[in-house]
């Protein structure tokens, strides 16, 4: 199975059209068929259903996209590891994060590096805990900025050097806009937009203590600004993380008893880098140290 063909083959899935498909890739469309053909043979399965009008992916045509795009992003980023300019060190670093204060760390961190090593470039891809960690796990993602515990059997890692305030985000007209912080209390039976995490989900739980009863969780998300647009039109309060960005018409009010969590950047253990994202690996280490060193 040829890299080229996969692309091929995506090419025809994105077009529905094995004739719009060959203009794009500047082959002739009975070029553009057999390749399928075969790869089709190669496979044992119908990748397309084919009509008059158009052509749509089979159930198995669609399972090989998902993996045709993983392959195709591997293969890109192999090379990109392996682009270098003379004694410049080149390549890609990619890096999945949530949404954090701590992401602001990050980007200092990357900034700093950048300065000392310009031609590196950089991905950066949102997500939550669970997609990073697989991305990490499959190879497409380097690194990546995820929240406290993860699996240390598993990954290598630096802990950032902030805390994550947790607490509702709410609208300005609500009468909760006014307190200074929200106890369990204040949100025993009102409609809660909560993060999709089983793990903040317990420690949530936790927090309402003798009202965990009257939690009541009417809609999950990995996004804040997704959820705090479901909250600024009246679907329920945010159960969430304080981010260094104001959302119009809504009010973060920390939560007390207060509750934190942390983050650490993590990379798969014993993995063999790209020297760039050795490089940033072992700055990281090296800045992150210094800043930590200088709070104790």
Request: proline fraction near 3%; hydrophobic fraction near 40%.
């Amino acid at each position: 199975m040829e890299l080229r063909v996969l692309n091929y083959f995506l090419a025809v899935a994105r077009e529905e059209s094995f004739t719009k498909a060959a203009n794009i890739l500047h082959v002739t469309q009975p070029t553009l068929s057999r390749q399928i053909a075969e790869l089709e043979r190669e496979l044992g399965v119908k990748l397309f259903i084919r009509s008059n009008h158009n052509i749509i992916l089979t159930e198995d045509g669609m399972i090989l996209k998902r993996r045709a795009q993983e392959l195709l992003s591997l293969a890109q980023k192999t090379k990109m590891d392996f682009s270098r300019s003379g004694h410049d060190l080149e390549g890609l670093v990619s890096i999945g994060s949530g949404e954090f204060l701590s992401t602001g760390c990050l980007a200092e961190c990357i900034s700093a590096f950048s300065r000392l090593r310009p031609l590196v470039r950089y991905e950066i891809q949102s997500g939550n805990a669970s997609n990073i960690s697989e991305n990490i796990d499959r190879g497409l993602l380097d690194l990546g900025l995820i929240s406290e515990p993860y699996d240390l059997r598993k990954y290598e890692s630096i802990s950032m050097p902030v805390r994550e305030q947790w607490g509702a985000l709410v609208r300005a007209d609500s009468p909760l806009a006014g307190k200074v912080s929200i106890t369990p209390a204040d949100l025993a039976g009102i409609p809660l937009i909560s993060t999709a995490s089983d793990f903040m989900d317990s420690r949530i739980k936790k927090w309402f203590g003798g009202l965990s009863g009257e939690m009541k969780i009417i809609a999950r998300g990995n996004l804040l600004y997704n959820e705090a647009m479901l909250a600024l039109h009246n679907i329920g309060a945010v159960i969430g993380i304080r981010l260094g960005c104001q959302y119009e018409g809504l009010k973060f009010i920390p939560l007390s008893p207060a509750v934190e969590t942390t983050t650490a950047l993590v990379w798969k253990k014993d993995l063999i880098f790209s020297p760039a994202t050795a490089s940033f690996i072992d700055f990281a280490k090296q800045y992150f140290k210094g800043i930590t060193d200088n709070k104790l």
